[in-house]
């Protein structure tokens, strides 16, 4: 003997009903996620910038040698050892000009991945 279920085709319909109600929101949201993308470029640029260029050990370890001779020539008096804190100065001076090529370097590498991005982004957009 066979059961027949009298709600199974209306159920059908409405599973059919739901997956295109489900696909025209997810349709509705892809185009308001493109109509505010461009609004956005410069922070999203900037996150993923920050997380894919990001300061090398190198670089890290020269601000670390800055910071520590700063406070060793801050230990220093200057007018008891001039030459001693002015060494100190002439080598925090070379330092602090390695650290500047290097951030140089990298904010370069920043701006070419930003103006990438964006051009992602304005190519991607669709102009509605």
């Known amino acids: ?4 279920c009298r709600f199974l085709p209306a159920f059908g319909k409405l599973l059919l009903l739901s997956s295109k109600m ?4 997810l349709v509705f949201l892809i185009v308001l996620f493109f109509s505010y993308l461009p609004s956005y470029s410069s922070k999203i640029s900037r996150t993923f910038g920050g997380y894919f260029i990001r300061l090398t050990d190198e670089e890290l370890n020269l ?7 700063k ?3 801050g230990a220093v008096s200057m007018s008891e050892e001039f030459a001693k804190y002015m060494k100190l100065q002439r080598k925090i001076d070379k330092l602090v000009e390695q650290v500047k090529k290097m951030g140089s370097s990298r904010s370069s590498k920043i701006t070419m ?16």
């Open 1 to 4: 003997m066979k059961v027949r």
């Open 22 to 25: 489900l696909t025209m929101f």
């Open 113 to 128: 991945f930003s103006m990438g991005v964006k051009f992602l982004i304005n190519i991607l957009h669709p102009h509605i």
């Open 63 to 69: 601000r670390q040698q800055v910071r520590d001779l």
């Open 71 to 73: 406070a060793e020539q």
